[in-house]
């Protein structure tokens, strides 16, 4: 008498996983959609085999994960175009398995063939699935996963290089002020690890587009919507922060030294510490100091400083961040910055 049945199921290898999630997911086809039943079995289908996927990814409370099959599936997945085939499917699939392919899209990612990402190239053979990513901003069902989707695919270089040079990165600008607060907030969360995320990269994209980024960036400064002028201040700040240490370290401190030259965007900050709100006060005078700091200021900084030094002085000596431990620092920086107004207003030798 047989009892084979008993005997646990083998468990499934990583191509045997990714051949169903990829069969799973043709069954996806325009028939499908279109009829209610057969469309929640396939979707049920999806759901199903996403869940294994991640077991294997990251175990099941059993069994570890192995780090061979990661990287086995990781090379299934490029090989079988699945990670195509998901991007395009993506607005169809329900919430479970949008939620376990973001788990084990990170997994798949970072892993390694000798020493080559495998999904990484893979995206770089197909760069036009981060024009959807970026795209599927639009769509404010996928929109949080695609921003979660692109923020992975931005920790590597060559990835973050191709969306900052891709006709699509000025799409940013748009989604960033979408009435959707949610999704806006993520895609100004995508937005600054674009720029803050690779030095070199964004160093060079910003010598080679600086005039029009730049540009396009003056919008958003001077943007009728608060939340849009409050981050736009912070992502600002934080690459300079992040790309040179207040005008020193190479390779970046160009780009620094180029925008503080600028009177029409020192004009833009000098409004901004006049707005109704006190968070964009303090970040627009993170900016506003470092133009006034620059020892080699140009005679029309110099010219606008002096002409408006009792309004600017007026702001500052009431501009406080409040209570916390960064209050000395920040009135340290405030009286230096003080200081070099007044300095600026008794020159004698400046003229248009």
Same mark, same amino acid.
């Given at each position: 008498?047989? !009892?084979?049945? !008993? ?5 499934? $290898? ?17 028939? $499908? ?54 991007? #395009? ?69 060559? +990835? ?39 030095? $070199? ?59 503080? +030259? ?8 000098? $409004? ?12 627009? !005078?993170?900016?506003?100091?470092? !133009? ?24 500052? #000596? ?35």
């Amino acid at each position: 008498m047989s !009892f084979s049945f !008993f005997k646990p199921s083998r468990p499934k $290898t990583p191509q045997e996983v990714v051949k169903a999630i990829r069969d799973s997911l043709l069954a996806l086809d325009t028939k $499908t959609v279109v009829e209610v039943k057969a469309l929640e079995k396939a979707l049920e289908e999806v759901e199903k085999n996403f869940s294994s996927l991640r077991g294997m990814l990251s175990g099941d409370g059993e069994a570890e994960p192995n780090a061979d099959q990661a990287v086995q599936l990781a090379l299934e997945f490029c090989k079988e175009d699945v990670i195509s085939l998901v991007i #395009h499917k993506l607005h169809i699939l329900g919430w479970e398995t949008r939620k376990d392919l973001l788990h084990c899209s990170s997994i798949l990612l970072k892993q390694k063939v000798g020493e080559a990402y495998c999904c990484v190239q893979y995206f770089e053979e197909h760069f036009e699935l981060l024009d959807c990513l970026v795209v599927c901003y639009d769509n404010k069902e996928i929109a949080l996963h695609c921003g979660s989707m692109l923020r992975e695919c931005i920790k590597f270089p060559s +990835l973050a290089k191709y969306i900052l040079e891709s006709a699509c990165f000025e799409l940013f600008f748009k989604f960033v002020e979408l009435p959707n607060f949610d999704v806006a907030s993520d895609a100004f969360s995508t937005f600054k690890d674009l720029l803050t995320k690779h030095d $070199t990269v964004v160093s060079e994209f910003l010598t080679s587009h600086y005039p029009e980024f730049f540009d396009i960036y003056e919008r958003l400064l001077t943007s009728s919507n608060y939340v849009t002028r409050r981050q736009s201040l912070k992502v600002l700040f934080a690459p300079f922060l992040l790309l040179s240490d207040f005008l020193l370290e190479p390779p970046n401190s160009h780009i620094m030294k180029k925008f503080i +030259l600028e009177v029409r965007y020192m004009k833009v900050i000098m $409004t901004l510490l006049k707005d109704s709100s006190k968070n964009i006060q303090i970040s627009a !005078f993170h900016i506003f100091k470092i !133009f006034v700091a620059n020892p080699n200021k140009p005679q029309e900084v110099k010219i606008i400083l002096a002409r408006n030094h009792e309004k600017l002085l007026e702001l500052l #000596h009431n501009l406080s961040p409040g209570k916390g431990s960064e209050d000395d620092q920040f009135e340290e920086e405030k009286e230096l910055i003080i200081e070099e107004i007044q300095k600026m207003s008794r020159l004698k030798n400046l003229e248009l």
